[in-house]
């Protein structure tokens, strides 16, 4: 059964997003003060912005800007990647606690590039 969603809240992509988003914040409570306007704040920034993309690109109701706003869902879950390991690297945070982070974005990768080429065909 092949059905649209009625709404980016049905889409699971969008919900592992909202997971993500609510584990980093979790995760950055523990990061020192001074981080605070630094990576703490990239950080939550790029989490959010993977399912406000998937949510804003779904709402648009175009095939094409759909795909455009995956694409920037896509850019956020690279650089929150890159932002969780520079704060392993930096010993903000111990790779076991990062570990749960890493896997949650690489499904979310290999969800939103599956959406992506899926609406692609469809054109």
């Known amino acids: 059964m092949n059905t649209k969603p009625q709404s980016y809240r049905d889409l699971v992509v969008w919900q592992k997003g909202i997971e993500l ?3 980093l914040y979790s995760l950055t409570t523990s990061f020192p003060s001074e981080e605070k306007f630094g990576l703490i704040s990239q950080m939550r920034r790029a989490a959010v912005s993977v ?3 998937i949510a804003e690109g779904q709402a648009r109701h175009t095939t094409g800007e759909f795909i455009q706003f995956i694409s920037h869902a896509e850019g ?6 890159t932002q ?16 749960p982070g890493f896997t949650l974005i690489d499904e979310i990768r290999r969800m939103l ?3 992506r080429r899926r609406l692609d065909g469809s054109r």
């Not at 956020?76 to 990647?81: N, R």
């Not at 969780?84 to 570990?99: F, N, P, Y």
Request: with cysteine; charged share 20%.
């Open 21 to 23: 988003a609510k584990m």
């Open 113 to 115: 590039n599956s959406l």
């Open 84 to 99: 969780l390991c520079l704060s392993v690297e930096l010993g903000l945070v111990r790779s076991e606690q990062a570990a």
């Open 76 to 81: 956020s879950a690279a650089e929150l990647d």
């Open 51 to 53: 399912p406000s993309n």
